[in-house]
């Protein structure tokens, strides 16, 4: 190979390894919290969101999390294999109360909610498939839990969806069982306020 060669294939490789780094310091620097599926981060010991890939788990654990709990199903078309194994192995607790979509329990969030009051000052992740079960069950624990008012948490589940009759009906009852109301001033349910 000729020393012209040798200059074209060592400007080639220069050229290539700052792109590849480029490329991966951009990959690199996109993997935080907010890359996470409707990551919400309510305190700084509390935040809820949609599936979190191993990658991101990862992330978690290296922003200082000390707990994940998983409100969906394991067999969902969106779960990781194994994610307890990975959250253990990387030095967190694991909790999975697998929560029905389309029916809700009491005994499902008075489940969660004894884990989060064993220990308050454990940095949780909360997490569901697209965080709509685990922004319910946000929304509830800090209602009735740390006192956060009803119309500053409703604007945080509103952030991530309307819910719909069923857990709507899911959020009035557990409410009820604390003896508190749905209803604020600026509080819009749709048309679910409206059934009986």
């Given amino acids: 190979m ?9 400007s080639i490789y220069k050229a290539t390894g700052g792109l590849m780094l480029l490329f991966s310091a951009s ?7 907010s890359d996470i599926d409707n990551y919400r981060q309510y305190s700084p010991q509390f935040s809820s969101s949609g599936q979190p890939s191993a990658e991101h ?3 978690v654990s290296d922003e200082g999390f000390e707990r994940v709990i998983y409100l ?6 969106t779960a990781i294999e194994a994610e307890d194994r990975i959250v253990k192995k990387l030095g967190m607790d694991y909790l999975h109360i697998p929560v029905d979509f389309e029916s809700p329990t009491l005994e499902d969030f008075e489940d969660f909610a004894a884990v989060m009051n064993r220990d308050q000052n454990k940095r949780t992740l909360l997490h569901c498939q697209i965080n709509l079960r685990a922004s319910t069950f946000s929304f509830l624990y800090r209602v009735i839990y ?6 500053q948490a409703k604007q945080d589940l509103d952030a991530i969806w309307q819910p719909d009759k069923v857990w709507y009906r899911f959020i009035v009852d557990v409410l009820r069982k ?3 109301s749905h209803e604020c001033d600026d509080c819009d349910w749709a048309e679910n306020e409206f059934e009986s």
């Fill in 146 to 151: 740390t006192g956060v008012p009803i119309a």
């Fill in 72 to 77: 969906a199903f394991s067999d969902n078309h």
């Fill in 2 to 10: 000729g020393p012209e060669m040798k200059a074209f294939t060592h």
């Fill in 57 to 59: 788990l990862k992330t």
């Fill in 178 to 180: 604390y003896e508190m």
């Fill in 27 to 33: 990959l690199v620097a996109a993997d935080d919290l």
